[in-house]
Every structure is written in structure tokens, then in C-alpha cells.
């Protein structure tokens, strides 16, 4: 399959005033292969976040290079092809659900008859038909991550960067919008790049998992998952499912010891 | 507490202080301090009497002037110290000059430059409101969460568009405060610039102090009191009209 997005020895540090610049993600090797679901899990505070700010060019990288079906990506801002979902949803608190999901529409000069067209499909598909006019204030949180996920979804991005996007809902929440996410990515025909610090999430969501080490971030193993789509609750239950789960774990426990 | 008991404790504490205001003011006499139930009648005659309004008006158009100067480069500039470090550097220290500075420290000097009329009074009431109007925007700028201007970044919104889409938008809640602050001190900075050289409102205030009742300078100084609490009262309410996810915003910090 044809490599999609590529990352390659990717370095960042962060200077600490008169302390050792602390190493957060060090030589860095990836590649995300087109249309795939590819999940990448580590433990809390390992530079998970770190990384896909590098990928999405908020911030830049010490050294390495980013590629983008080919092309030298490494030091554009945002864009790209690229749609990043935040951790913390970070909607404009002053917008509207539909004037949030047109954001991006705004910044790329789509005319705004086309505007509402688009943001409306997309608020319809992650299922916020009706809460159009509300403000964030007025959304649950789920909600509120649902607008998040449609404001990325319609730039029409290439590639999906999704920071823990399920971290801070309930679980009850999370499992529905799990298996949203998978009918939306299976719809949308999308390569997905999903950070998460949760096992069973990884392995239910993705088609391969990329375990990375405790700070400095670096890919220490990458696990193809096997389970057929679409995927249903069921095979949580699984034997392979749970010893994949035992696996991923004792790689993560070993990371963490040395 | 419900807001129905927070009512009541309100009038209660207005009640109490009206009571031993008419106490005070008995034991006093009104020629030091009014009574209340002489000051109505007083208010009831001078509404009608035309002065009293007429001269508000006039001082109030003027100190509007001042004030949207303010407001017009205060917001803008503030907004822009709290963003661009070498702004910051360069006006930050003037612009703390004047929210330190008196108005009535600069009354003489401005007397001489513009004289008593019209400039006189929108250059008190500027300056004395321009700093709180800035500073403010200044704080708010400073404080927006850095993650949402992440977002901005990562649909590659331009600078400009970053400004005028997210920068100020989530500046809007401290705009509104420093408005309200600013406003307060413009009121007082120009009552008192107007006692100096006996114009407006606070001259007519400045010479009924000679009379020998006080109901007249206290019906004045209510009336006073009225307008800032309304004003108040009012950029609060055109906050919560243009956006209506303000009041969350303030309470959510
Ligand atoms: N701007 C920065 N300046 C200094 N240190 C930073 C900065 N950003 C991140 N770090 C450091 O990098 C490390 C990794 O942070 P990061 O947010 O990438 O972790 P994470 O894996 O996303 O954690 P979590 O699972 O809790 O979201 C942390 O130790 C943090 O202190
Ligand atoms: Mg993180």
C-alpha cells in the first residue's frame, strides 16, 4: 500500500531556561500508509501531543522531515491536507456549531453560499442536526467533540490527526463515538492518524497500533490488528483482543521500567 | 441564596441606610445634611426646573467623545501589546504613565493647552479612562488560551484574519469590562475637571455646594449616581445582546 505520510527522524526539544533541554520526541520514524487507521498509543506524558504538533506544523521540529504523499511538508502551518481534532475540543466559544464548523471554510476563501452547505452536511453526519444555532456553552461535551471532529472533516483533509480526541469524555460517550468514528472514516474514505493512551481503544479503532516509548517519544513496536470491519462491540470480548491487550501492555510496562 | 432572597437582602440594606440617612439628616439640619424626604421633593422640582438635565446632557455628549477615543484606540492597542512583545515594549510604559497620573494633576496643564471648553474636557476624560480601557485589553490578550489560537494555526488562518477571528472575538468579554471601568472613571475625571473651570454639569454642582441647603447638591449627586449605574448597566446589556455567550464566558473565568 502506498506510503501516505511520512516521518522521518523526527527531533524535538524544549529549552528549559538554565536546565537541560528536555528531550520530548527523539528520532522519530514513521510511515502512515494511505486510507489507513493508524493508532499510536503511549503512556500519559510521553509527547503524543508533542508529535502531532510537529505533524500539523504548530510547532517545528528541531530536525527531520515530514512527508506528504511525496512532498516536503515539514515546515508549513497547518493546512496541507492535514485536520487536526484537539484534545480538548478547543471550539470558538463566540461561534455557533455551524459558524465553527465553517472556520476552516472561512480561512480557505470557500464563498459562503457553498459555506453552509458543506458545514451542514457535516454537522448532519456526526449527528448534530438541530444543534446548528447552539453555541458550546449548550453542548455536552460529546457534542462538543462531534463539532470538533465535523470542523475538521470539512476542509476535506487528506489525512485526519486525532489528538485523544475520546480523553475526556465519559466511557459510556466515548463507546458510542468510537463506533461513529469508525462508520464516518469507513464513509469518508480517510487516512486517520489517532492518538490515544487507552489499549482497548487502540486496538478496537485501529488497523495497525505504533507503541511508542516514554519521553523521548520513539516507535518502539508497531502491531497489525486483525480483526475484520466493520468492527462491532463483540470483539472487545475476544480472546485474541484480550491478549493483544495483555501484549501492548507488558510492552508499555517495559518502556516504562527502563 | 435565590435570587429572590438576594432582592430582598438588597432593599433591606437600601432601606436601612435611607432610615438613618432621615435620622442623620433631621439631627443635622439641612443646611449640612439633607434629608431624604426633603431631597425628593427637591429632585421632583429641579427635573422640571430644565437646568439640571439641560447641563447633564451637554457634559455627557462631550464625555462621550472623550470616551469613544478612548475605546477606539485603547481596545485595538491593548489588544495589540498583549500579542506583539515589541509593541509591548514600546508603549507599555507610557500607557502605565497615564492610569497612574491624576486627572486633576493634568487639569492645569490641559486648562493652558486647550483652554476650558469643548478639547478640555474630552482630553480629562481620555486620559483619565484610556488606561483602564487599554490595560484591560491588554490583560485579556495576554490571557486567551493559547490553544485556541492552535486551532486558528492549524487551518492556516492568516495573521490579519487571526486578529479580527479569534483575537478579539475572545478578547471580547475584557473589552466590555475595561469599557465599564474606563466609562466610571470618566464620569468622575469629568465632573471633577468641570468644577474646575465651573462648565457642565460639575460646575453647576460645584456652585450649588455655596447654597445653603444641601438638597439640591445631593439631588445632583444622585442623579450623578443614576447615570454611571445606568451606563454601567447598559454596556453590560449590549455585551450580552452582541454576544450572547458572554455571560458564560465571565463565569466560567
Ligand atoms: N511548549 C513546551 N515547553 C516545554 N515543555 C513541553 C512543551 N510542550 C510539551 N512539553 C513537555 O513535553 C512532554 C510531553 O508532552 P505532551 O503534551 O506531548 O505529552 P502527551 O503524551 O500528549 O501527554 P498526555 O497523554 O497527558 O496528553 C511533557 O513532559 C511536557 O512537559
Ligand atoms: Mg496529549
Known amino acids: 500500500m502506498a506510503t501516505k505520510l511520512s516521518l522521518n527522524n523526527l527531533h524535538k526539544s524544549f529549552g ?33 501531543s508533542t508529535l502531532l504538533r510537529l505533524i500539523d506544523g504548530l510547532i517545528p521540529a528541531d530536525s527531520g522531515s515530514i512527508l506528504m504523499d511525496g512532498r516536503d511538508i515539514s515546515n508549513k502551518v497547518g493546512g496541507e491536507g492535514r485536520g487536526m481534532v484537539f484534545q480538548s475540543f478547543d471550539l470558538f466559544p463566540w461561534r455557533t456549531t455551524q459558524a465553527n464548523v465553517e472556520f476552516g471554510l472561512e480561512t480557505n476563501g470557500v464563498p459562503k453560499s457553498e459555506r453552509t452547505g458543506i458545514a451542514k452536511h457535516y454537522i448532519d453526519l456526526v449527528g448534530l442536526t438541530g444543534f446548528e444555532h447552539s453555541y458550546p456553552h449548550e453542548l455536552s461535551g460529546g457534542m462538543q467533540q462531534r463539532a470538533g471532529f465535523a470542523r475538521a472533516l470539512a476542509i476535506k483533509p ?55 516509548t516514554p519521553r523521548p517519544a520513539r516507535v518502539d513496536r508497531i502491531i497489525d490488528v486483525p480483526f475484520e470491519r466493520p468492527r462491532t462491540e463483540d470483539i472487545k470480548s475476544r480472546p485474541e483482543f484480550l491478549e493483544m491487550r495483555q501484549e501492548i501492555w507488558s510492552i508499555l510496562k517495559e518502556g516504562i521500567k527502563v | 441564596m435565590t435570587k429572590s432572597h438576594i432582592l430582598f437582602l438588597n432593599v433591606t440594606g437600601i432601606v436601612m441606610f435611607l432610615l438613618l440617612w432621615e435620622v442623620g439628616g433631621r439631627i443635622a439640619g439641612e443646611n449640612l445634611l439633607a434629608a431624604p424626604s426633603i431631597v425628593v421633593f427637591e429632585y421632583i422640582r429641579l427635573l422640571f426646573a430644565g437646568d439640571m ?79 483602564y480601557v487599554t490595560l484591560t485589553a491588554y490583560h485579556g490578550a495576554r490571557g486567551i488560551d493559547p490553544k485556541i489560537i492552535d486551532v486558528a494555526r492549524s487551518y492556516s488562518t492568516g495573521p490579519v484574519e487571526t486578529y479580527r ?86 463565569s466560567a473565568g
Open chain 1, 16 to 48: 528549559r531556561g538554565k536546565a537541560n533541554p528536555i528531550e520530548v520526541v527523539q528520532d522519530f520514524s514513521l510511515d502512515i500508509r494511505d486510507l489507513e487507521f493508524l493508532a499510536v498509543i503511549g503512556p500519559s506524558g510521553c509527547g503524543k
Open chain 1, 158 to 212: 487528506e489525512i485526519l490527526l486525532m489528538d485523544e480526541p475520546f480523553g475526556a469524555l465519559d466511557v459510556q460517550t466515548r463507546d458510542i463515538l468510537q463506533n461513529e468514528l469508525l462508520d464516518i472514516w469507513q464513509k469518508e474514505k480517510k487516512t486517520v492518524l489517532f492518538v490515544t493512551h487507552s489499549i482497548e481503544e487502540a486496538i478496537y479503532l485501529a488497523d495497525r497500533i505504533a507503541v511508542i
Open chain 2, 53 to 131: 438635565l439641560r447641563e447633564l446632557v451637554g457634559s455627557l455628549r462631550q464625555m462621550f467623545v472623550g470616551f469613544g477615543l478612548a475605546c477606539a484606540i485603547g481596545m485595538p492597542m491593548g489588544a495589540l501589546m498583549g500579542r506583539i512583545r515589541l509593541v509591548d515594549a514600546l508603549v507599555h510604559p507610557w500607557v502605565s504613565m497615564v492610569v497612574v497620573t491624576s486627572a486633576a494633576a493634568l487639569a492645569p496643564i490641559f486648562i493652558l493647552m486647550f483652554g476650558t471648553g469643548f478639547e478640555f474636557r474630552v482630553a480629562i476624560v481620555f486620559v483619565s479612562s484610556f488606561g
Open chain 2, 165 to 250: 477571528k479569534v483575537i478579539l472575538p475572545a478578547l471580547f468579554p475584557y473589552l466590555i469590562t475595561g469599557a465599564r471601568l474606563g466609562l466610571v472613571h470618566a464620569t468622575r475625571a469629568m465632573v471633577m475637571a468641570e468644577m474646575f473651570v465651573l462648565v457642565g454639569y460639575g460646575g453647576l454642582i460645584f456652585q450649588t455646594g455655596q447654597d445653603l441647603s444641601t438638597a439640591p447638591l445631593i439631588s445632583y449627586l444622585v442623579t450623578l449616581m443614576f447615570v454611571s449605574v445606568g451606563a454601567n448597566m447598559g454596556l453590560g446589556w449590549i455585551g450580552r445582546q452582541l454576544a450572547p455567550w458572554y455571560d458564560s464566558k465571565m
